[in-house]
């Protein structure tokens, strides 16, 4: 593991415009559990699959057996920024890195200082009226029932669910990112999601390196893998 840290050391100090591909991984230290660990939502017993839950038909369908869902989730409003997210906000500006791509909607990178993050799957502390578009406060959205705005439309938050498209300004923004970057850390992320997981064929560069903390769907490439915790890993890196 020394060695995976001096190598990875080493990387970053040759690098200027490091971007940092993350996933649901990136919180758990965090205290938010991600979908497809041991003891990730998706191995909860649930009437319908978290998959099915989390689209945009069955939100429309069933919206108030989707607040639960959420509410209980993906709502995290005591989760803190971990040590991940700090460094990268670090790096960030000591101008070691250029952006930060997440697919997760917990905004902590923002709350740990980084500026460039692109949020692929949206935010759940935005959310607005489906009907007359008014935005609301997430402590607005998850205190029980179906959140209804004063004109009387549903209230949505604006995370990407699955049947629904990326925001275009973001994918662009982070697609450019990438292919400018000349290192791209990926961690915490199975790379399972589509579109986002192909953002990494993106990267031009050489020096890329995968930290997880078990085998994804990709490994075969990385040359560089480094099993672990993300958090962890990255505390012991100097900008
Ligand atoms: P995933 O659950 O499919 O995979 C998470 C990966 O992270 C796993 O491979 C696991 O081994 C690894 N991991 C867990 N903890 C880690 C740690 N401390 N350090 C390093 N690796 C760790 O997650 P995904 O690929 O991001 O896809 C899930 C989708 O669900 C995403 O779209 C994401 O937006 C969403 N989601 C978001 C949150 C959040 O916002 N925090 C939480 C759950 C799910």
Known sequence: MNSDIEKLQQMIDKSSKIVFFGGAGVSTESGIPDFRSADGIYMMDYKYPPERIISH???????KEF???????????QAKPNAAHYKLAELEKAGKLSAVITQNIDGLHTAAGSKRVYEL???TLRNFCMKCGKSYDVDHVCNGGVPLCSCGGIIKPDVVLYEE???????NGAL??????????????????????GFIRY???RNIVLINRDAT?????????????VGEILSRIKP
């Open 121 to 123: 799957h949206g935010s």
């Open 67 to 77: 607040y639960e869902f959420y509410s209980k989730h993906l709502y995290a409003p």
């Open 57 to 63: 038909s069955f939100f429309l369908e069933h919206t």
């Open 217 to 229: 769907a990709m490994d075969e490439k990385f040359g560089f893998i480094i099993h672990g915790k």
């Open 165 to 171: 498209a990326l925001d275009e300004e973001t994918v």
């Open 203 to 205: 990267f031009k560069g």
């Open 176 to 197: 450019n990112a990438t292919e400018n970057a000349d290192m791209l850390i990926v961690a915490g992320t199975s790379l399972t999601v589509y579109p986002a997981a």
